[in-house]
């Protein structure tokens, strides 16, 4: 039998763990100085969360693995076996396996910095709004090791991926008296807007603006981008699309029930009335 001590460290342990769960999250998301835009995803959007499949197993299962993610997963967003032996898998050629790689977390670290996370929960961990413009947030950066950084992530240890879609971001710093003008001049640049405090008491808004080089014009961009964050929010939690569509067959089931309890009522108080 556990003793009362040891009783109590365990419900210490989980308590911690479960406050860590709930404050992650705010606090990744809670950076005050980012004004971020809301990510434009829709998990019932099949054909998005394909578009966003395909996206990544070209762009990220180089370096990110997501272990918790089998290929023939993909069959539940509409994607058949052929299809998926033909189009998304690179890395393996077994459908029942999961999305690894083949690069050591200690090489990783070595050319990176820092090890690429395993995505198959990251949304989790972050949220989409985060990842959506984490995405957008990318800009060029003579200073970093990787020639880049990020809005969203300062000094990220991972280049711009998807450079080639985007074209290069160039960082705009214009400087203000006080974070109130800052934040005015926040709001009105609409997008994606960090304001950054600065000594002496002035205060920076810093935004991006494009090159205009990538193949895909910015609208095009956002769209891959919003494919790509509901894919990774899906593969977070692929069960959650099972119980969005039993819920609406539990309205629409209580809506039908509901069309003839309210006939049987009418016909049993006709008399009474
Ligand atoms: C060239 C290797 C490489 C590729 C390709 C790559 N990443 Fe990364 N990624 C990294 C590294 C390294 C980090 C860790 C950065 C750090 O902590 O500074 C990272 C970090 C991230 C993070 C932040 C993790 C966190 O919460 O701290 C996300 C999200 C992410 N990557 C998503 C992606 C997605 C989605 C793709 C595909 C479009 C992708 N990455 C492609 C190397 C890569």
């Not at 419900?11 to 406050?19: G, R, S």
């Not at 494009?210 to 956002?222: L, M, N, T, V």
Request: overall charge neutral; some cysteine.
């Amino acid at each position: 039998m556990m003793n009362l001590r040891k009783f109590k460290t365990v419900v210490a342990a989980l308590t911690a763990f479960a406050l860590g769960i709930a404050v992650g999250p705010a606090a990744a998301a809670g950076d005050e100085d980012v004004r971020m835009e809301p990510a434009p995803v829709s998990r019932l959007d099949v054909e998005s969360l394909q578009r966003g499949a395909r996206t990544f197993v070209n762009y990220c299962l180089n370096c990110h693995a997501a272990k918790y993610m089998r290929y023939n997963r993909l069959t539940d967003i509409g994607v058949d076996i052929p299809q998926i032996q033909d189009n998304l898998m690179f890395a393996t050629t077994k459908v029942g396996d999961t999305m690894t790689i083949a690069m050591r977390p200690a090489d990783a670290k070595a050319w990176f910095g820092a090890p690429p996370p395993d995505l198959s929960v990251e949304a989790r961990v972050r949220g989409a709004d985060w990842l959506y413009n984490y995405f957008l947030g990318f800009y060029r950066d003579d200073e970093s090791a990787t020639g880049w950084n990020n809005l969203v992530f300062h000094n990220v240890g991972m280049p711009q991926v998807l450079w080639e879609l985007s074209g290069s971001n160039r960082l705009v710093t214009k400087e203000f008296e006080n974070v109130h003008e800052a934040e005015g001049a926040a709001i009105a640049a609409k997008g994606l807007a960090k304001v950054e405090h600065r000594a002496g008491g002035k205060v920076a808004l810093l935004t991006l603006t494009g090159d205009g080089k990538g193949s895909q014009p910015e609208a095009e961009y956002r769209k891959t981008v919003a494919d790509l964050v509901n894919f990774l929010d899906y593969m977070a939690e692929p069960a959650k699309n099972k119980r969005i569509s039993l819920g609406l067959i539990v309205l629409l089931y209580l809506g039908v029930l509901f069309v003839f309890a309210y006939w049987l009522k009418r016909e049993y108080w006709k008399d009474i009335h």
